[in-house]
Structures are given as structure tokens and as C-alpha cells.
């Protein structure tokens, strides 16, 4: 399986930005759909769900949002399929996964939470010693 | 490490020729040492450099007029009469070796290691128990004394097993220590070496019989098979028989539960106070990473001195289990369920606010500290409740004079006391050091004590006067026998125990108490004998802050009410839809109602600020890191209070600090004892009710297990079962 990756071709430039658009769809429901695949082989049941990990996909997505520049956007999905195979096959171990998007993913809905709390409470969340 | 290197040797002997072994044999000492004539008297050089005394040693002279001058090494020094010549080595600023002598035990002289020479005598004397005599030349650096003392090393070290790689004692042996400084580099003992039970020196029987007063150690035995033990296969009953561990110089008595547990240069030591008890014992926190490995006392001459009692020093394994890690919510099917500390905050905010002032309900417990007890005050405050007190205090304390609930003659000032009238208290289970205090006094004066209240246990002689206020009435009026030995006493100690507070007619008897006192002239500018002694380490410092309830009935009306650390409440009363909120670090008795339960650390991991019955107030230092989620208590409530939407103004423990300043200043004065300015029996109001007749009863029930942590420990389990045997 390493072996097919390896090889796997860089598609041409995308043409225009509707084409590029078609990709990154595209590649939003391969990830989607490789989520059943995730949970299984990095047990992620009992720490995560199928709809989370997809809201986390997601805003991975949402955060280039602003790009409109088809040959960045390219990139970007170059680096996103090579991120998708490096989980899909194992490359990872489980804490990566817990960590980059389970737990950061908590903090990171939680802080909006946060907004207008002091900065005693704000580190009263994170510890006893911060 | 002396040993590992003589064990080789030992080795390398019996194999070696007979021939070499001769060779071998030949050296015995520093070649300098064989000439044994006396040193010549030296005359002693005018511009010596001044030396100081050991470890800031002071001379204290009674009588200006028996100073004498002695000559240590050609440096004169003035000493009292009656000093020994080890005690005017150690003003000269020598520090002698020794293994038998104990500053705080009387003299025995039998380990011999402090050998020095005295100019005129013919032989080394034993410094320990000579005393000192005006003129006298001592001199411990000549080749002499420097020959005696390997003597002896080598004499005490032949009969010693060759354990020191697996002996508990390792690093912090003082045999060790002084066979490295001043043994010889070799022995002449070729016979087999016997394997662990060891010889002893004696100052752990003397500090059974002088300080603990039991009777239950002893020497078996004499010369080499001389053993220590206790007689006939009995228990060491005594609350102070931990401190026989560190006054054995060697390893032959070492801690059971510290056994091959780790080596004292692993240890991280943290200099704090004890809580288990109103004494506020200094003491010593050996962690290794984040565990306690074991506690050991610290001198402080006016609370413990140097000892403490066996549950300070045993209770650390109770740190270690049933910790509250958590935040967790009670659910619909009554189970705990884990929840993030933003859920459980929220939660309780929202419940609060749902209640009406009067039914919000905080109690403090036992080994609260005074800033978590200060925020939870203006906390609950905030919300309108003034309900809030602190357990142990009584449904109705008074906490208006504090010459009324502290210790006012002071631990150490017990010892200047010559007749002791204990009322309803047991110090000897309530403040085993204050009992010590007692004892030390008694033996040294013979003080006479009076004791009234349930029969009890006592390791000195006493007068057991009755058993209830009716006792009191007899002595108030002048009608019992004992008043006799009370008046004619110049500095009479009345003590009262904290267990009265919890009684209907406290006031009564406090009053009762205030006529005896002042029947036997116990108040006086000079002297103040009315003292109360406490039984937890909060109660001085939540009283001192006013945490006093509004009524006295809070309980049986409350809504809301917020434990923190408060696990010896009686929620019997407590209305099915209390909401009941436990802050705390152990799982104690107060989680099995709690709604919601918020972690928070324990002593040695928080600083703190206590005050101890004497009102002493001292901090806590953290030794080591909180168990899993847990938070300091007052980060707690201030957090909740920020959540709730009644912020308190303060977020760190200096501003926390400046706001206890404004209440009772007397709890930032670290480590100085803040005197009570009034004394109460002018001051208060007449009271009108009459005493009830029941007698006192026993406010601690069973001595090693009185909180949330001795509780938990399994050491404290096995000392109370095998104690009821």
C-alpha cells in the first residue's frame, strides 16, 4: 500500500478556480469517508466521535476559506491528500490523532467559551500551576 | 561505604597467607598515632581567630557569679557552672562526636566516642559526663583523643553487621558519617561478623522512659548480647514512639513503613507544618518525585522542639489514597460522572443562584487553611449568606476574644506552669505534643495535675477529679480537695478542652471555668493560665476570621450547602433536596451526599497559612504536585465566585494575603506567636443558663484516625486495630 502512495501521480495544475473548487470537494468526501477507517484503526471510539472528527475535518477545510488562488489551492490539497494518507495508512500513532484533532480541538471550542472571563479563570481551566 | 571497603578487606584477608596477613595486620593506624605521650601544653596563641559556637549554640547563665572559664583548644570561653565538657566543646565551637549523648535526655556515657584529653588527667575523658571545672585545658585535636575515638570506632564497629548496602540508615547514618571522619582505615577483627541484629547505645530507651514516659523499651541483655527490644513481645504503646527513629544514631530502629523504600539522597526535602492535629508540628517532607516518602520533625523549641507524634509521622500514606482527582457530577441514577472543570463550575453557579441567601450553607473543615476559609466567607457573603463556619467549632463559637479559644500560656510557657487543671481534655489523644510538653513538665517538677472528664489514659501521675460540671461547681465554690494544691500553686495552667464547644452549656462552663481561674489567681499580668486547647488545625484561624454562623440551626434549614474538606458534619438533618457540594481532596464521609465534588489539594501540595491553638500562625510549603485535576481551595472558590458573576477581588495569594490583613493580621505574622491583648473574663457579658449535668465526653475517639487523610491511610488502620486489641 506504501508502495502505491509513493507513486501517486501530482495531477496538473487545476485550470481555474471551478476546477479547483471540483477538487476540493472531491477530496472532502474521500476524507469524509475515510473517518470509519480512522476510528477503527486508531480505536477512537471511546474519545471521539464520527461527527466530531468531521466538524474537525471540516474546519481544517474553513481555514483556507479565504484562498482563491488556484494554484495555492492546489497546493493545499496536495499537502491535505498526503496528511490523509499518512493516517490512512497508519503512519501516525494514536496520541498524533488525540492530539491534533481531538484535544486541541476541545481547547480551541472551548476558548470561544471563554470570551469575557478573566485571566484567573482562564488559567484556573488549564491547570494549578499556570 | 566505610563498611563495603572494611568487607572486602575482611574478604581479602582470610584468603590471603598467613605471612602477608602478618604484613597486613602491621598497620593498624596513622603511623603518628603510636606515640601515646600526652601532647605538650601549648600556650595559647594571643591572636587566635575567634571560632564560633556549633549551630549557634547560646549560653545561658543563670547566675552571673558561677561563670567559669575553661581553656578548649587554647581558646578560653566563659560557661555556667554545672556544664559539661562536651556542652563548653560545643559554646568553644568544637563539635564533639557522639553517638549516646542527647541534648534533650539525661547523660549515660556508655558510647564513649566523645573521648577528649584534659590537661592532668591521665586518661582520655569522656566528655558527655564530665563536668567542667573552672581552669580546665580540654583539647580534642591531639593525637590522643584523635586515638580514643578510633578505638572506640573500631571496638563499636567489630560487632557491626556488614549491611550497610541494604540498611534503611544508608546516607544518613551518623555511624557511618563518624566511622568516614574519624575511624580507622582498617579493623583487626578476623572472626566471622554476625549478620543483622544490631548493638545499641541506649538513647531510644531513655527517650521511652524521659520523654514519651512508657516503660516499654528496654535493654536485653548485657555486653555484646545486649539487644534492644521491647519486654515480653509488647507493643510500643506510645503516641510519640516514631521519634525513636531519629534519635537512633544507627540503623538498628528505623521506620517500618519507610523500609527499602528510598534512599535519603533521593529525597527532596520541603520544610512545612503538620495539620493533623491543633499543634501545627514543624516538620519535614521527604518526597521523591510526586510522592511523600516520609515525614521527620524540625526543630521548633516552642511548638514540638524536635519530636512529633507518631500520626504526624505515619499518616503520609493516607496522601496517596482515596484522592478526589476529578470534577465530577452526581447523576439521575445516583452515580459520579466525570465532568470538565468548566461543566461543574457552571453547574454549581447556576444551583446557587436558584436558592435564597438564608439556605446557603459553608462549613470549613478541619484542615482548611485560612485563605480558602476567607474566600469561601466573602464568597458566600456575596450570595447573602452568612452561614458559614468552620467544623469543630460549635454551633455558637465565640470568636470575639481570642484569649477565649487559643492556648494563652503557650506550649512552651506550659513548662514554667506547676499545677495543671485539665478540663473534658485528653491531650494526650487531642495534642500529643503539648501532652509532651506536660510530661517533660511534670517529671521535671513534679507538678501536680488535676483531670476532669471521662477516664482516661495518662503517661504521668494525676488526680482524676470527676467526671462532670458538677466537679467544676465544687472547684469553683472551693469545696474539693484539689483547690488546695491549685492555689498554692504560683503559676496554675487551666486547660479546656475544644470538645466543649460542641456542648448546649459551652457558656456556662466557660464561665464556671473563668471563676476557678480567677479563684486561683490564673490570670494575671505576668501570667495567664486559662487556656483552650484545640483540636484541628483550622479551628484558631477560622475563628480568628469570624467564621461564625448566623444561626444555629443552619443545617436543618439549608438548600445549598458547600463542604470544604468538611467531612464530620452530622447530615442526618439535612433536608433529601439539599443541594450539597464537597471541595476536597480525599473521598471522605462528606462525598457520599455531595451532589458535586471539586478537587482540591492537600496540605503538602498548597501553601497555606494555619494558626495552631497557641495562635501561632505558619504556611504550608507545597512538596509536591496536586493529584490528577485537582485545584489549590481558594483558586476553587474564586473561580466560582468569578461564575457565578460575584467576582472576589483577588487572584493571587498576595492579594488574598492583604485581604486576611485587613480581617486578622495576626495570621500573616509567619512563625511568631501573636499574644491574645484582652483577657476575656472581664469582658464578657453574664451568662444567665445553668450548666447541664452530663458529663464531658471523649472528643477523640480513636487517636490515629481523626481527618480525611489519617482516615485514608492504612498505616493509621493498622495502628488503631492493633492498638484496640
Known sequence: MASTVKYVRVPPPSANIAEARKRVFEFFKTACRSIPTIMEIYTLDDVVTPTKLRSTITSEFRKNAHVTNPQVIDMLLIKGTEELSNIVEHAKQRHHIIGQYVLSREDSNQETKDEGTSDFLKSFYKGNYV | ?725
Not at chain 2, 182 to 188: E, H, L, T
Open chain 2, 1 to 725: 561505604m566505610v563498611l563495603g571497603q572494611l568487607a572486602s578487606r575482611a574478604l581479602l584477608r582470610s584468603r590471603t597467607s598467613a605471612h602477608r596477613h602478618i604484613l597486613r595486620r602491621a598497620i593498624v593506624s596513622t603511623p603518628d598515632l603510636h606515640n601515646s605521650e600526652p601532647a605538650v601544653a601549648a600556650a595559647p596563641e594571643p591572636d587566635l581567630p575567634p571560632r564560633k559556637p556549633v549551630a549557634g549554640a547560646r549560653v545561658h547563665f543563670p547566675n552571673p557569679d558561677d561563670a567559669i572559664e575553661v581553656f578548649v583548644d587554647g581558646y578560653p570561653v566563659k560557661i555556667p557552672k554545672g556544664m559539661t565538657v562536651l556542652q563548653a566543646c560545643v559554646v568553644a565551637g568544637v563539635d564533639i562526636p557522639r553517638f549516646c549523648y542527647h541534648d534533650r535526655l539525661s547523660i549515660a556515657g556508655n558510647c564513649r566516642m566523645c573521648l577528649v584529653e584534659v590537661e592532668k588527667s591521665p586518661k582520655p575523658v569522656a566528655s558527655c559526663a564530665m563536668p567542667a571545672l573552672p581552669g580546665m585545658k580540654i583539647k580534642t585535636d591531639t593525637p590522643i583523643a584523635k586515638k580514643a575515638r578510633e578505638g572506640v570506632m573500631e571496638f563499636l564497629l567489630m560487632n557491626h553487621p556488614l549491611d550497610c548496602p541494604i540498611c534503611d540508615q544508608g546516607g544518613e547514618c551518623d555511624l557511618q558519617d563518624q566511622s568516614m571522619a574519624f575511624g580507622s582505615d582498617r579493623g583487626r577483627f578476623t572472626e566471622m561478623k554476625r549478620s543483622v541484629v544490631d548493638k545499641n547505645l541506649g538513647p531510644c530507651v531513655r527517650f521511652a522512659t524521659e520523654v514519651a514516659g512508657v516503660q516499654d523499651l528496654g535493654i536485653l541483655g548485657r555486653g555484646s548480647g545486649e539487644e534492644i527490644g521491647t519486654y515480653v513481645e509488647k507493643l510500643m504503646t506510645s503516641e510519640l514512639s516514631g521519634n525513636v527513629i531519629d534519635i537512633c544514631p544507627v540503623g538498628a530502629l528505623t521506620s517500618k513503613p519507610f523500609a527499602f523504600k528510598a534512599r535519603n539522597w533521593e529525597l527532596k526535602g520541603t520544610e512545612t507544618i503538620d495539620v493533623t492535629d491543633a499543634v501545627g508540628s514543624n516538620i519535614r517532607i521527604d518526597s521523591r518525585g510526586p510522592e511523600v516518602m516520609r515525614i521527620v520533625p524540625r526543630l521548633n523549641e516552642d511548638i514540638n522542639e524536635e519530636w512529633i507524634s507518631d500520626k504526624t509521622r505515619f499518616f503520609y500514606d493516607g496522601l496517596k489514597r482515596q484522592r478526589l482527582n476529578d470534577p465530577m457530577i452526581r447523576g439521575a441514577d445516583g452515580r459520579f460522572k466525570v465532568v470538565s472543570w468548566r461543566d461543574a463550575l457552571a453547574v454549581v453557579a447556576e444551583v446557587i443562584h436558584k436558592n435564597k441567601p438564608e439556605e446557603i450553607v459553608g462549613v470549613a473543615g478541619k484542615l482548611s487553611d485560612a485563605e480558602s476559609m476567607i474566600a469561601l466567607k466573602d464568597f458566600l457573603n456575596k450570595m447573602g449568606s452568612n452561614n458559614i463556619w468552620c467544623e469543630g467549632n460549635g454551633p455558637n463559637p465565640n470568636a470575639d476574644l481570642r484569649s477565649g479559644y487559643i492556648m494563652n500560656t503557650s506550649i512552651s510557657g506550659l513548662e514554667k506552669a506547676d499545677a495543671f487543671l485539665l478540663i473534658g481534655t485528653q491531650p494526650r489523644v487531642e495534642a500529643a505534643m503539648v501532652n509532651a510538653r506536660i510530661q517533660k513538665t511534670v517529671r521535671a517538677t513534679n507538678a501536680k495535675v488535676g483531670y476532669v472528664g471521662p477516664p482516661a489514659d495518662f503517661n504521668y501521675d494525676h488526680e482524676h477529679l470527676g467526671t462532670g460540671p458538677e466537679t467544676l461547681t465544687e472547684l469553683a465554690e472551693g469545696r474539693h480537695p484539689f483547690n488546695s494544691a491549685l492555689s498554692n500553686a504560683k503559676n496554675p495552667a487551666i486547660i479546656l478542652g475544644a470538645g466543649i464547644f460542641e456542648r448546649k452549656d459551652k457558656e456556662a462552663i466557660f464561665s464556671v471555668v473563668e471563676t476557678i481561674a480567677k479563684k486561683i489567681n490564673a490570670v494575671r499580668p505576668d501570667w495567664n493560665g486559662l487556656n483552650v486547647l484545640l483540636l484541628n488545625a483550622a479551628q484558631s484561624a477560622a475563628l480568628d476570621l469570624g467564621l461564625v454562623p448566623e444561626s444555629e440551626k443552619s443545617i436543618e434549614s439549608a438548600k445549598f450547602l458547600y463542604l470544604m474538606g468538611a467531612d464530620d458534619l452530622n447530615l442526618e438533618k439535612l433536608p433529601e433536596d439539599a443541594f450539597v457540594v464537597y471541595q476536597g481532596h480525599h473521598g471522605d464521609r462528606g462525598v457520599y451526599r455531595a451532589n458535586v465534588i471539586l478537587p482540591a489539594s492537600a496540605f503538602s501540595e498548597k501553601e497555606g497559612t494555619y494558626a495552631n491553638t497557641e495562635g501561632c500562625a505558619q504556611t504550608t510549603v507545597p512538596a509536591v504536585p496536586t493529584v490528577g485535576d485537582a485545584r489549590d481551595d481558594w483558586k476553587i472558590i474564586r473561580a466560582l465566585s468569578e461564575v457565578a458573576g460575584v467576582t472576589l477581588p483577588y487572584g493571587s495569594l498576595g492579594a488574598i494575603r492583604s485581604r486576611i490583613k485587613t480581617v486578622a493580621p495576626n495570621l500573616l505574622l509567619a512563625d511568631e506567636r501573636e499574644p491574645a491583648v484582652f483577657s476575656s473574663s472581664d469582658l464578657r457579658p453574664e451568662v444567665k443558663e445553668k450548666m447541664d449535668k452530663a458529663p464531658f465526653g471523649t472528643a477523640v475517639e480513636n487517636f490515629y484516625m481523626t481527618d480525611a487523610i489519617t482516615r485514608a491511610s492504612k498505616i493509621m488502620a493498622q495502628c488503631s486495630a492493633l492498638l484496640k486489641k
